[in-house]
């Protein structure tokens, strides 16, 4: 599979959150081994609150919003993502319950890195291994930041 769509998307992300992750050429078509490939149609969930998944996507192609069910009002919509974005990377750092919902706005693709390849490719490529998880923390520990900000109150 061809792998340059979305190593372009992530390369070109202009985001705070963006995945920056420093992958060669050759790193790249090395970790696309482990990923697989998944189109999703507008308004399909991808991640499910409350289920139990160790998936990291990335975004191709499309945008997807992030949202909670329960909460206070107005509270729900967590955040848009866009091509070249991450989602469900706490799942890579915890067994715990996903937190929010993940809706395809718009026909996406994705590439999924699921818990068990992830665990083949930190034995078989620990260097790439490795600067995936620096980058998905990266990108947990921005959101995480934001999302403790906008709960603070304003004096």
Not at 66 to 81: D, E, K, Q, T
Not at 89 to 108: L, Y
């Amino acid at each position: 599979m061809d792998i340059q769509p979305l190593t372009q998307a992530v390369q070109s992300l202009n985001a705070e959150d963006a995945f920056r992750v420093r992958l060669t050429r050759e790193h790249w078509q090395a970790f696309a081994q482990y990923l697989s490939r998944h189109e999703i149609r507008g308004g399909d969930l991808l991640i499910k609150q409350g289920d139990l998944d160790r998936t990291l996507y990335l975004i191709e192609q499309g945008s997807m919003q992030v949202f909670s069910v329960g909460g206070a009002p107005g509270s729900n919509r967590i955040a848009i993502l866009r091509a070249g974005s991450i989602v469900g990377e706490p799942g890579m750092f915890s067994d715990m319950p996903r937190a929010a919902n993940v809706e395809a706005m718009t026909p996406c693709v994705v590439w999924a890195l699921r818990g068990p390849r992830f665990e083949e490719l930190v034995l078989r490529l620990p260097a790439i291994a490795l600067e995936v998880l620096r980058a998905a923390g990266g990108v947990m520990a921005v959101r995480m930041r934001n999302n403790l900000a906008r709960m603070t109150p304003v004096s």
